[in-house]
């Protein structure tokens, strides 16, 4: 499942430069995060109707468990999208952090798309799989104690960037920079992910930040792009796929598969997004690079995997 999820993820890449041939990058994602907030929905209106899902009150510390009563199904739905917590001050304080979710998700999400229009596919999976690597390092500024294979494979990977990114003449692609940003967003997105995954309903979390994104998305396109509905019809199959497969099953595919796959493990495989990101731009976009770019994709993998070998070790040494 974790591999599937990176093959879709990477071949994303692709699907999102396509689709931006007839549409503004906000405008894809405003569509493509409203796909996927629509197709993650009827997991939370399944795991409701089975009883598979725990169901808060507002009021007290009460909670019920969601039954399938005919009678208060569509109430028991949209109770169930409500935030888990002990009482209302933690729900707020729980709300708040999944806006800030949304909000980190969307300033992620634009600027790695808004970079895409001038840069490749590879290079932008590579690039926005250097936040493998920046977590580590922001935990240590948080206070963590990295393992020193983590500052290994930190330099690695920043090497690997320099080779990838920076030219002979010391100059940096315009779209680089911009998905450089967006490293940085998911850096501090999967931080604040770490902290509200054993708070709330993950699936659930996921459908509010999918929204948050769209909206602004849909603010922002409408105030800056020409939105037409030929345009979008004919980035219809990009979209689809960036919506569906990318937001909503690849996402999907890792929740599940995470329930039971050790996170340094998936970690890795997840890492292999950028790898597949690099070949859906070489098969389907004839994009090539150079012996330069592809020794810094080759730093950058392994930098991304070494960080990971503390974690690797652990476990087999628990085995």
């Known amino acids: 499942m974790l591999l599937f999820a990176a093959i879709i993820w990477g071949f994303a890449f692709v699907a999102q430069r396509m689709g931006m041939d007839f549409v503004g990058p906000f405008t894809y994602t405003a569509v ?32 019920h468990r969601v039954t399938g009563s005919h009678g208060h199904k569509v109430n028991d739905f949209f109770v169930s999208l409500r935030l888990s917590g002990e009482n209302d001050s933690q729900k707020r304080k ?42 580590p390092v922001a935990g240590w500024f948080l206070g963590q ?64 930040q999918f929204v948050i994104c769209s909206i602004l998305s849909w603010i922002v396109a409408i105030g800056f792009e020409n939105i037409l509905w030929e345009s979008i019809v004919k980035a219809a199959w ?19 598969a995470q329930q039971k796959a050790h996170p340094a493990y998936a970690s890795i495989i997840l890492s292999l997004e950028s ?16 012996g330069r770019m592809i020794t810094g994709c080759i730093l950058m ?14 476990l087999q040494w628990k085995r």
Request: positive net charge.
């Open 94 to 135: 729980l709300l708040l952090l999944q806006l800030l979710l949304g909000l980190l998700l969307f300033g992620g999400i634009s600027f790695q798309q808004y970079g895409l229009i001038f840069t490749t596919a590879g290079n932008a999976g590579f690039i926005t799989g250097f936040y493998v690597v920046l977590v």
């Open 301 to 314: 993998l392994f930098g991304m995997i070494i960080v990971q070998l503390k974690d690797l070790k652990l």
């Open 275 to 290: 790898v597949f990101a690099v070949l859906g731009g070489w098969l389907i976009l004839d994009e090539h690079l150079s």
């Open 32 to 63: 493509r995060f409203t796909l996927g907030s629509l197709v993650l929905l009827p997991f939370i209106y399944f795991k409701t109707f089975t009883g598979k899902s725990q169901s808060h009150k507002v009021t007290g510390s009460q909670s």
């Open 238 to 256: 990009p979209i689809l796929y960036g919506g569906v497969l990318s937001v909503g099953i690849g996402y999907t595919l890792q929740v599940v």
């Open 145 to 208: 104690k990295n393992h020193f294979t983590i500052w290994i494979g930190v330099v690695l990977a920043i090497i690997g960037l320099y080779f990838l990114s920076v030219r002979s003449n010391f100059t940096i692609n315009q779209g680089d920079y911009y998905v450089g940003v967006c490293a940085l967003f998911w850096t501090f997105h999967v931080l604040l992910v770490g902290y509200i995954a054993p708070r709330t309903d993950p699936i659930r979390t996921a459908v509010v």
